[in-house]
């Protein structure tokens, strides 16, 4: 069977922007999951197991972002992921 | 193609692969492997993932332990990125499709990522380029089980690109292999350039960042004389150069022609020709290009790249080796001439703010006389095997000349007493680098035998210009007419008391430079020995009158730029047949 896409909008409250240290904990909490899950900037796509695709995303302070989930446990990655870009990945 | 500017420190073209050094000094060749070898070569990838992630995960716990988890968390990012799957795809293609090497692929692919981050408008993502690189090396470095190769064992002729050397790379160089040499540091004074001018192999430095957009592989093009490197160069650069190169070669046949005859002006008036020389084993080659000697014997190269001062038999035979090559021409040894920084020996080296206005040079030396004596004692053996002259470089007050002078005697005095053999009559100069020198000069004349203007350094010090400073550069003009009021009024008060005044700064390697400065009357210059041949070309081809009248209206004219303009212009009228080669 395929799975809904669940998707949500986050916004990058870090001074420094999506870096190294948020990247690896999305890693970190991702592949945790079943599901597909992406993050979305204007048009380009970055896998959320990659730290390369999600450092490449280079998105600064305020940025918006589309988090996106694909799978069995997808509400709960899209729960889990964007409450860490709200709580600004505890830094 | 790409087109980048820097500082011009060793003449001549150089065309071929580039072999990059990045920061980290390690290098990439592009390589492919056997067909059927790309399985293994796979392999040989796992494993070193295995190993760097090992040496990585070890890096994060002590770390951790020692500076806390928050801190040893840079590790942790750096383990994922190399487990990354979009990286690890990436690899496997180049390595298991198109047989690239695991190195190659790895440099490929790191290269790409940190380029791209390196071009993000974000400031965070350009920093976290160099994280890139350092997973990048530690793979690297497991793949090859060593840290870095080094410039010592090149695989083949290379223009080599780096930030910067190391004296001890620069030390280790084999000339054989290393056509060319561009760094994105570094300035006309600093080992680079010594050892690059020693060697004649062509060398542009401190281009400022480029790193960025060269690969190992790449053809490059060095210029030498204009200090342009040309990344990728198109066909039509390409031949230009090519027949640029075949012209010069052409123009040194015709030069070899002259080798054996004097270099006097068309009317006969003498000019000594003197050789510049970095290392003992160019003086064969001096002598070859008819130098009329060494007019200034450089010294540094014996403390370049070693942590340990040279015996005073290592001096010795260094110098003997010149004497005896030169064939009783006159050899001029300068005593030695660095910041303690510069030559590696980091034991006398304090760290300063200002190091052209701290203890370098002569002061270094008076600072140390155990350093000092060794060097001079073997001067004066040297002495006895030919006509040796020493001279001391930045004199700048009448006490460093004395407290110099008496070094030299209680030495001479040490080795009659040891019976040791010497020549008594060794003949003692000083460098004019500083102004205060020029202005003191009627009293420093009485207490030596010769002058020898160090232009470089006189030029940096009168106009107070660091060169290697992009910002400034622009204003070291060692035609500027402040610098030459020095040198004119160092000729008349040396003459004066009938004492030679040679000029042995960089600018007498510009022909049209050098018809000023014997306009002016300078009979000595002392030159790289690759300007020898042109500039006798140029002395052959004028009479003194026009030097005379080149040098009266030169001197009045009131800004660099003027002079420059005037001096080229000049140039292309009286010897238009060299001036293609500028």
Redesign the interface.
């Given at each position: 069977m395929t799975w809904e896409i669940k998707q949500c909008a986050v916004t990058v409250r870090n001074p420094?922007?999506l870096?190294?240290?948020p990247?690896?904990k999305i890693?970190?909490a991702a592949n945790g999951f079943q599901c597909q899950i992406e993050l979305e900037r204007a048009g380009q796509i970055a896998?959320c197991?990659?730290?390369?695709?999600l450092?490449?995303l280079?998105?600064?302070q305020d940025c918006e972002l589309l988090l996106r989930a694909q799978g069995p446990d997808a509400d709960e990655a899209i729960r889990v992921i964007s409450l860490m870009f709200s709580q600004q990945f505890d830094e | 193609m790409l087109e980048l500017q820097g500082i011009a420190v060793s003449p001549g073209v150089a065309i071929g692969r580039a072999l990059v050094f990045d920061r980290e000094g390690y290098r990439i060749t592009r390589c492919l492997v056997a067909v059927g070898e790309d399985e293994r070569e796979w392999q040989r990838f796992v494993d070193a993932v295995r190993q760097a992630s090992l040496k990585l995960e070890s890096n994060r716990q002590s770390t951790a332990d020692k500076l806390g988890e928050r801190i040893g968390d840079i590790f942790s990012a750096q383990l994922q990125v190399l487990s990354d799957p979009q990286l690890q795809t990436e690899l496997e293609s180049l390595i298991r499709k198109k047989a690239y090497s695991a190195e190659y692929a790895v440099s490929e692919v790191f290269t790409k990522y940190a380029a791209a981050f390196r071009k993000s408008t974000s400031s965070f993502l350009s920093e976290r380029a160099a994280d890139i690189r350092d997973v990048e090396r530690s793979l690297l470095e497991a793949l090859t089980g060593q840290p870095m190769a080094t410039l010592k064992t090149l695989p083949h002729e290379a223009i080599v690109v780096s930030h910067d050397l190391t004296p001890g790379e620069t030390a280790s160089f084999d000339p054989e292999k290393v056509l060319g040499i561009c760094t994105e540091a570094g300035g006309s004074g600093g080992h680079t350039a010594i050892v690059a001018r020693g060697m004649e192999i062509p060398a542009v430095v401190g281009v400022g960042n480029f790193l960025h957009n060269i690969r190992s592989g790449d053809e490059v093009i060095i210029d030498g004389h204009l200090g342009r490197i040309i990344v990728s160069p198109n066909d039509a650069t390409r031949d230009r150069y090519k027949e640029r190169r075949l012209f010069r070669e052409s123009i040194a046949t015709q030069l070899q022609e002259i080798r054996d005859l004097p270099a006097s002006t068309s009317d006969g008036v003498r000019i000594e020709l003197m050789a510049n020389l970095e290392f003992p084993n160019e003086a064969a080659s001096c002598v070859a290009r008819g130098a009329d000697g060494v007019g200034l014997y450089r010294t540094e190269f014996l403390y370049l790249g070693r942590d340990q001062e040279p015996t005073e038999e290592e001096h010795y035979q260094a110098y003997a080796q010149v004497v005896r090559d030169m064939q009783n021409r006159p050899v001029v040894i300068r005593t030695l001439d660095l910041g303690a920084d510069k030559m590696g020996m980091t034991m006398l080296a304090e760290p300063e703010n200002n190091p052209f206005l701290g203890l370098r040079s002569i002061r270094l030396s008076l600072r140390n006389p155990p350093l000092f004596r060794i060097q001079v004692r073997a001067i004066l053996r040297a002495a006895c095997l030919g006509d040796v002259r020493v001279m001391f470089p930045m004199i700048t007050t009448l006490d460093e000349l004395r407290s110099a002078r008496f070094l030299l005697r209680s030495v001479s005095e040490d080795l009659a007493a040891e019976g040791k053999h010497i020549q008594c009559a060794v003949q003692v100069g000083m460098m004019v680098e500083v102004p205060a020198a020029v202005l003191m000069l009627d009293r420093f004349i009485d207490e030596i035998d010769f002058v020898s203007i160090g232009t470089n350094d006189l030029t940096q010090y009168t106009l107070a210009v660091d060169r290697s400073n992009d910002s400034v550069a622009d204003l070291y003009q060692a035609c500027d007419p402040a610098v030459l009021r020095l040198i004119q009024r160092t000729h008349q008060i040396a003459s004066e008391k009938k004492k030679s005044t040679s000029v042995c700064g960089e600018m007498s390697n510009n022909p049209a430079y050098a018809l000023l400065l014997v306009g002016m009357g300078i009979r000595t210059l002392s030159l790289a020995p690759a300007a020898i041949p042109i500039l006798k070309k140029a002395i052959r081809s004028v009479t003194i009158g026009q030097c005379e009248a080149m040098a009266w209206r030169a001197l009045r004219l009131s800004t660099a730029r003027e002079v420059d303009a005037f001096l080229m212009n000049q140039l292309a009228g009286l010897v238009p047949e060299i001036v293609l080669q500028a």
């Amino acid at each position: 069977m395929t799975w809904e896409i669940k998707q949500c909008a986050v916004t990058v409250r870090n001074p420094e922007g999506l870096h190294m240290r948020p990247a690896l904990k999305i890693v970190q909490a991702a592949n945790g999951f079943q599901c597909q899950i992406e993050l979305e900037r204007a048009g380009q796509i970055a896998d959320c197991r990659s730290m390369l695709s999600l450092l490449t995303l280079g998105a600064p302070q305020d940025c918006e972002l589309l988090l996106r989930a694909q799978g069995p446990d997808a509400d709960e990655a899209i729960r889990v992921i964007s409450l860490m870009f709200s709580q600004q990945f505890d830094e | 193609m790409l087109e980048l500017q820097g500082i011009a420190v060793s003449p001549g073209v150089a065309i071929g692969r580039a072999l990059v050094f990045d920061r980290e000094g390690y290098r990439i060749t592009r390589c492919l492997v056997a067909v059927g070898e790309d399985e293994r070569e796979w392999q040989r990838f796992v494993d070193a993932v295995r190993q760097a992630s090992l040496k990585l995960e070890s890096n994060r716990q002590s770390t951790a332990d020692k500076l806390g988890e928050r801190i040893g968390d840079i590790f942790s990012a750096q383990l994922q990125v190399l487990s990354d799957p979009q990286l690890q795809t990436e690899l496997e293609s180049l390595i298991r499709k198109k047989a690239y090497s695991a190195e190659y692929a790895v440099s490929e692919v790191f290269t790409k990522y940190a380029a791209a981050f390196r071009k993000s408008t974000s400031s965070f993502l350009s920093e976290r380029a160099a994280d890139i690189r350092d997973v990048e090396r530690s793979l690297l470095e497991a793949l090859t089980g060593q840290p870095m190769a080094t410039l010592k064992t090149l695989p083949h002729e290379a223009i080599v690109v780096s930030h910067d050397l190391t004296p001890g790379e620069t030390a280790s160089f084999d000339p054989e292999k290393v056509l060319g040499i561009c760094t994105e540091a570094g300035g006309s004074g600093g080992h680079t350039a010594i050892v690059a001018r020693g060697m004649e192999i062509p060398a542009v430095v401190g281009v400022g960042n480029f790193l960025h957009n060269i690969r190992s592989g790449d053809e490059v093009i060095i210029d030498g004389h204009l200090g342009r490197i040309i990344v990728s160069p198109n066909d039509a650069t390409r031949d230009r150069y090519k027949e640029r190169r075949l012209f010069r070669e052409s123009i040194a046949t015709q030069l070899q022609e002259i080798r054996d005859l004097p270099a006097s002006t068309s009317d006969g008036v003498r000019i000594e020709l003197m050789a510049n020389l970095e290392f003992p084993n160019e003086a064969a080659s001096c002598v070859a290009r008819g130098a009329d000697g060494v007019g200034l014997y450089r010294t540094e190269f014996l403390y370049l790249g070693r942590d340990q001062e040279p015996t005073e038999e290592e001096h010795y035979q260094a110098y003997a080796q010149v004497v005896r090559d030169m064939q009783n021409r006159p050899v001029v040894i300068r005593t030695l001439d660095l910041g303690a920084d510069k030559m590696g020996m980091t034991m006398l080296a304090e760290p300063e703010n200002n190091p052209f206005l701290g203890l370098r040079s002569i002061r270094l030396s008076l600072r140390n006389p155990p350093l000092f004596r060794i060097q001079v004692r073997a001067i004066l053996r040297a002495a006895c095997l030919g006509d040796v002259r020493v001279m001391f470089p930045m004199i700048t007050t009448l006490d460093e000349l004395r407290s110099a002078r008496f070094l030299l005697r209680s030495v001479s005095e040490d080795l009659a007493a040891e019976g040791k053999h010497i020549q008594c009559a060794v003949q003692v100069g000083m460098m004019v680098e500083v102004p205060a020198a020029v202005l003191m000069l009627d009293r420093f004349i009485d207490e030596i035998d010769f002058v020898s203007i160090g232009t470089n350094d006189l030029t940096q010090y009168t106009l107070a210009v660091d060169r290697s400073n992009d910002s400034v550069a622009d204003l070291y003009q060692a035609c500027d007419p402040a610098v030459l009021r020095l040198i004119q009024r160092t000729h008349q008060i040396a003459s004066e008391k009938k004492k030679s005044t040679s000029v042995c700064g960089e600018m007498s390697n510009n022909p049209a430079y050098a018809l000023l400065l014997v306009g002016m009357g300078i009979r000595t210059l002392s030159l790289a020995p690759a300007a020898i041949p042109i500039l006798k070309k140029a002395i052959r081809s004028v009479t003194i009158g026009q030097c005379e009248a080149m040098a009266w209206r030169a001197l009045r004219l009131s800004t660099a730029r003027e002079v420059d303009a005037f001096l080229m212009n000049q140039l292309a009228g009286l010897v238009p047949e060299i001036v293609l080669q500028a």
